[in-house]
């Protein structure tokens, strides 16, 4: 039988609720980042008012003062709705958007009790296809939630939004195969241990510079996945009043969301781990870090000493990626359903692919040299 | 321990909700009941040391085949279905237990029993318990490995089945073009 | 308790007996299908217990191809259903007696 330790559990759990926690914190603060940044993009300022005791803050109160307004207004369910997927249906994106951080890469490894405790609380053999898997489920919130409110309109948004997800779900598999041929496997510590050396002597060893076409490609379907503009048909205000949520007030409409962001931040949390890095700096590497420490202060306090330089690196990089996301969103036009459905199948796919074989011929030339 | 009785409760739980999905009036909650017994089977490939088929199970099975489901069940708008239960013939009943034992036998200790007693590998007789000692971590290079080598033959067939699976069902679903009846 | 292989075959036998009971006293064809998935995932389990039983990866291979034709028979299936609702706007099979079968 395979042994699981105590420690090993404690800090399986503690890794868990951290992800958790980053990942119910993130809707909050990407809400008042997005307003903030749409009105400097429109040329006025946002939501800059609410803050605590007199002190402005930036009007970092508002999300703050968005969930209290939201928590506290009648919970309505209409009599004509399917009752219990109707309220079955917005746990679903939550779940799922909570559950995928698991397989968040947050450091290296330290050493407790003797034990080498992964900074990554599921740590299977095959990878990031865990996170595919539960991205996958995501949909089921959507399709449950249009089919559940008993209204054509709702029906036809749901069932459009869950088309254009598992659409975009191909092409994001086939464009990250190359990098399993490049890296050589699907464990995420592993990729981002070899993303730490030098490349032709100066160049960081990032997946970007070895798969550009692959991040496009994934770039775009993630887009596609969580229903960010300019992808966003599902939630268009405006054209099918309001696509799936119509049928949905107060605390259940923002749990949506809350799942979407939290979607949002694992994927880029992924981008960041597949294509530039991870929680590694780029030219100082953990292992460099952690030579220059150890005959200082000792292994063990090193390693907990970069567990907080890990994480802050890693949480830099996946704000940064999800600005230039809420800048996407506000300098595109929305796109048309065939025009997304065409681009899902008819450019990305063929592009993912031909990418596909390339990358295997090169690897394989190079390899067996 | 801890995976024998979590392994128990998913099994368990699994055949309680399948029992409970063949008895449902609405097929969408059918659906999703088998989508949670999908996701359950998926945990119990995980516990036996088949990583790479626990995710596989939930990307294609969770992720796919039950979404083309979903799509069919509620575009087809189907009406919640009384159960009418057919009268169950004298015969049914008698090939239904037939049924049961044969599959008792094949399925616990005696059959096994008589069953290796008649083959001559030695490793059936050995049976352990589940242990990769090292390679629990090299699941999916064993796995394609082996799918490369040996079952080459069949991984291709198996595209091309696919694919015309592919081309099959748009053919089938496509809606029949007027001028196609008028030349009929 | 047997080990864990063993148990689960013995699930598989259960989850195959519920999935063919489906089939045989449901009349709704999206409920024959969904009940038919049920058996190709026991038969799946049954595949892999025996791989982690014999301490080979060969079930485990197996079962992908299982994987795969289910998902083609899925989809083939429901496009016939698709195409059967638009003739009949039933998908009973008490409701499809061309043949007097």
Redesign the interface.
């Known amino acids: 039988?395979?042994e699981?330790s105590f420690t090993q559990i404690i800090s399986t759990i503690l890794l868990m609720l951290l992800g958790i926690a980053v990942g119910a914190q993130v809707a909050p603060i990407m809400s008042w980042v997005e307003r903030r940044q749409c009105a400097i993009i429109q040329r006025r300022l946002g939501p800059n008012r609410v803050g605590f005791f007199q002190f402005r803050l930036l009007g970092l109160g508002q999300p703050i003062a968005d969930a209290i307004k939201l928590l506290f207004k009648e919970d309505f369910v209409p009599p004509y709705v399917h009752k219990?997927?109707y309220v079955?249906a917005p746990v679903v994106p939550v779940a799922t958007g909570l559950a995928v951080t698991v397989a968040i890469p947050w450091g290296s490894h330290v050493v407790v009790n003797n034990q080498i405790i992964n900074l990554q609380a599921v740590n299977?053999?095959?990878g990031f296809?865990?996170i595919?898997?539960?991205s996958?489920?995501a949909?089921?919130g959507v399709?449950?939630a249009?089919?559940s409110s008993n209204n054509k309109y709702s029906?036809l948004g749901g069932?459009r939004a869950?088309?254009q997800m598992?659409s975009y779900?191909v092409a994001m598999g086939l464009s990250i195969i190359p990098l399993v041929f490049i890296w050589g496997t699907?464990d995420l510590q592993t990729m981002i241990t070899k993303q730490s050396e030098i490349l032709w002597g100066f160049l960081p060893n990032w997946g970007f510079i070895h798969a550009p076409i692959s991040f496009f490609v994934f770039i775009v379907t993630i887009f596609a996945e969580t229903n960010r503009l300019p992808f966003d048909l599902a939630e268009s205000e405006g054209e099918l009043v309001a696509g799936f949520l119509t049928e949905y007030g107060a605390m259940r409409w923002s749990l949506f969301f809350l799942g979407e962001y939290s979607m949002m931040f694992v994927m880029c949390v992924l981008t960041v781990s597949l294509f530039f890095g991870g929680y590694e700096l780029p030219w100082l590497s953990q292992h460099y870090l952690l030579e220059i420490l150890n005959p200082q202060v000792g292994e063990v306090l090193a390693r907990w000493i970069l567990l907080p330089l890990g994480i802050i690196v890693l949480l830099t990089k996946v704000i940064l990626l999800m600005w230039i996301f809420v800048q996407v969103r506000f300098t595109i036009p929305r796109f048309r359903y065939d025009q997304l459905m065409k681009l899902g199948w008819i450019y990305l796919l063929p592009i993912a692919l031909i990418n596909l074989i390339i990358t295997a011929i090169v690897t394989a030339i190079v390899k067996f040299h | 321990m801890i995976t024998q009785i979590s392994f128990l409760i998913m099994g368990v739980m699994a055949v309680f909700l399948s029992a409970l999905m063949i008895t449902r009036k609405w097929p969408v909650t059918s659906a999703m009941l088998l989508i949670v017994v999908m996701m359950l089977i998926a945990g119990m490939y995980g516990l036996l040391g088949a990583h790479f088929s626990a995710v596989a199970q939930i990307i294609v099975y969770a992720g796919a085949i039950m979404v083309v489901f979903v799509f069919v069940i509620m575009l087809l708008n189907l009406p919640p279905e009384e159960l009418r239960y057919g009268r169950i013939t004298i015969g049914e009943l008698l090939l239904t237990a037939l049924g049961f034992i044969v599959a008792l036998f094949l399925g616990t200790k005696v059959g096994q029993g008589y069953l290796i007693s008649n083959l001559n590998s030695n490793s059936l007789i050995n049976a352990r318990p589940p242990y990769y000692p090292a390679s629990m971590n090299e699941n999916v290079k064993n796995v394609s490995a082996l799918m490369f080598t040996d079952y080459l033959w069949a991984f291709e067939l198996i595209s091309f089945l696919i694919l015309v699976a592919i081309v099959g069902a748009i053919v089938i679903a496509k809606k029949a073009k007027v001028s196609d009846a008028k030349s009929a | 308790m047997p080990s864990l292989p063993e148990l689960g075959i013995y699930f598989s036998l259960l989850l195959f007996i519920t999935g063919l009971f489906g089939v045989m006293f449901r009349k709704n064809l999206i409920f024959m299908m969904l009940s038919v998935e049920v058996m190709l995932n026991a038969a799946n389990l049954a595949f892999i217990s025996a791989s982690s039983m014999t301490n080979t990866i060969d079930g485990q291979v197996i079962m992908f191809f299982v994987m795969a034709v289910a998902a083609c028979e899925a989809g083939i299936g429901l496009a016939l259903i698709i195409s059967l609702y638009r003739a009949k706007s039933s998908v009973e099979i008490d409701d499809l007696r061309i043949l007097r079968g």
Do not use: H, P, Q
Request: cysteine-free.
């Open positions: 039988m395979i699981i219990a997927f079955l299977l053999n095959s296809l865990l595919f898997a539960l996958s489920l949909v089921y399709t449950l249009g089919w029906l069932l869950s088309a598992v779900e699907l």
